[in-house]
């Protein structure tokens, strides 16, 4: 791989500061000035929690002079179905939220790794608890993005106090903006005791997800990974690592519950996400998992998983979403100043 691409990629994101804001946004499919899409202390969502929110990543090929965002239809499917989870009407596919993902990204001319956070969540300045007699709004923002935890050579989890959240108190199939409260608690707790993540089990003891990451575990020869049953995120990184382990690593992957004391006789742990993509877990509790040291399978599948992403996998080409237009020989592509992109028309609004 790129090791300069491999440097940036491996940058943590800065913690306790603000996040540099972008110079753009989506919203109900136009690309406007990002203070333009802002909104009163009365909506809805924010007083509520009534929304939800995707996460994706735009990874930057310096060979092709190419960014490439990772599987975005697949995102804005689950994007749509957290919408009716809300009883949310967006009137939007998610080929049209790609359309304006593409667009809001060339408006921002990022040349570097990228993360995309959209949104849709009840915009009414109303008071009142329901999900009835309400009007969606739908947004975009794109900021530079490196590492999530930065902790590439192993991270220190924690089994949180908290319980996960059940599906039949919020679903965890649904990337609901309220039910992150139940995440953040966990992670915050964790990181004030000294550790880099937490991680929760579910209502019936079995081990769920991180505060924003899928688990998977290797022993005897067999990588283990919680079934969407034990109330996880259905998520693409998730499905994706799923895929390399079988097809290019050669391994026998299983969705099965995972009871704790499993995770600390566990030949290797690593977690899942599309911020925190493949990141290897050396101890859990103070706990030295194995040898205390990335296991050869989470190393290789993190290689594989970045080779993938920035579309060097031909096989899994499909999967990476060009922003540019292609160049002609020996030109790098070059992005669209936001001025010379039309607004999107989402279908049915």
Same mark, same amino acid.
């Given at each position: 791989?790129?090791?300069?691409?491999?440097?940036?990629?491996?940058?943590?994101?800065?913690?306790?500061?603000?996040?540099?804001?972008?110079?753009?946004?989506?919203?109900?499919?136009?690309?406007?000035?990002?203070?333009?899409?802002?909104?009163?202390?009365?909506?809805?969502?924010?007083?509520?929690?009534?929304?939800?929110?995707?996460?994706?990543?735009?990874?930057?090929?310096?060979?092709?002079?190419?960014?490439?965002?990772?599987?975005?239809?697949?995102?804005?499917?689950?994007?749509?179905?957290?919408?009716?989870?809300?009883?949310?009407? $967006?009137?939007? #596919?998610? &080929?049209? @939220?790609?359309?304006?993902?593409?667009? *809001? %990204?060339?408006? +921002?001319?990022?040349?570097?790794?990228?993360?995309?956070?959209?949104?849709?969540?009840?915009?009414?300045?109303?008071?009142?608890?329901?999900?009835?007699?309400?009007?969606?709004?739908?947004?975009?923002?794109?900021?530079?993005?490196?590492?999530?935890?930065?902790?590439?050579?192993?991270?220190?989890?924690?089994?949180?106090?908290?319980?996960?959240?059940?599906?039949?108190?919020?679903?965890?199939?649904?990337?609901?903006?309220?039910?992150?409260?139940?995440?953040? $608690?966990?992670? #915050?707790? &964790?990181? @004030?005791?000294?550790?880099?993540?937490? *991680? %929760?089990?579910? +209502?019936?003891?079995?081990?769920?997800?991180?505060?924003?990451?899928?688990?998977?575990?290797?022993?005897?020869?067999?990588?283990?990974?919680?079934?969407?049953?034990?109330?996880?995120?259905?998520?693409?990184?998730?499905?994706?690592?799923?895929?390399?382990?079988?097809?290019?690593?050669?391994?026998?992957?299983?969705?099965?519950?995972?009871?704790?004391?499993?995770?600390?006789?566990?030949?290797?742990?690593?977690?899942?996400?599309?911020?925190?993509?493949?990141?290897?877990?050396?101890?859990?509790?103070?706990?030295?998992?194995?040898?205390?040291?990335?296991?050869?399978?989470?190393?290789?599948?993190?290689?594989?998983?970045?080779?993938?992403?920035?579309?060097?996998?031909?096989?899994?080409?499909?999967?990476?979403?060009?922003?540019?237009?292609?160049?002609?020989?020996?030109?790098?592509?070059?992005?669209?100043?936001?001025?010379?992109?039309?607004?999107?028309?989402?279908?049915?609004?």
């Amino acid at each position: 791989m790129n090791s300069k691409l491999d440097r940036k990629m491996d940058s943590p994101m800065p913690t306790g500061r603000a996040t540099p804001l972008p110079r753009c946004a989506y919203r109900d499919g136009t690309i406007v000035p990002y203070r333009d899409a802002s909104f009163g202390l009365l909506t809805h969502a924010l007083n509520y929690g009534t929304g939800l929110f995707a996460g994706l990543r735009g990874y930057w090929n310096p060979e092709e002079g190419q960014l490439f965002v990772f599987r975005p239809e697949d995102h804005f499917r689950r994007f749509c179905d957290s919408a009716r989870l809300l009883r949310m009407e $967006l009137g939007v #596919t998610a &080929a049209d @939220l790609t359309r304006g993902l593409i667009d *809001l %990204l060339r408006a +921002e001319g990022y040349r570097e790794n990228c993360y995309i956070r959209p949104v849709a969540f009840y915009g009414d300045e109303t008071i009142g608890v329901r999900l009835h007699g309400l009007t969606p709004v739908v947004g975009m923002a794109a900021v530079p993005f490196g590492s999530y935890l930065g902790k590439e050579e192993g991270a220190h989890v924690a089994i949180s106090s908290w319980t996960r959240v059940p599906d039949n108190v919020i679903p965890a199939r649904g990337k609901l903006a309220g039910s992150y409260v139940n995440s953040a $608690l966990a992670k #915050t707790d &964790a990181v @004030l005791a000294g550790f880099d993540e937490a *991680l %929760l089990l579910n +209502e019936h003891g079995h081990v769920s997800e991180g505060s924003v990451e899928n688990v998977f575990m290797r022993k005897g020869g067999v990588v283990v990974t919680p079934p969407v049953t034990d109330d996880v995120l259905e998520g693409f990184t998730r499905a994706t690592a799923i895929e390399l382990l079988r097809e290019d690593l050669g391994q026998t992957v299983v969705e099965r519950s995972i009871d704790r004391t499993e995770l600390y006789l566990a030949d290797e742990l690593f977690l899942t996400g599309t911020g925190a993509e493949i990141t290897p877990v050396t101890r859990v509790d103070h706990r030295a998992i194995a040898d205390g040291r990335i296991g050869p399978i989470a190393a290789a599948l993190r290689v594989r998983y970045l080779e993938t992403t920035c579309g060097r996998v031909a096989k899994y080409r499909s999967w990476c979403r060009p922003v540019y237009a292609a160049a002609t020989a020996g030109e790098s592509p070059k992005p669209q100043p936001a001025a010379a992109l039309a607004p999107v028309a989402p279908s049915g609004r």
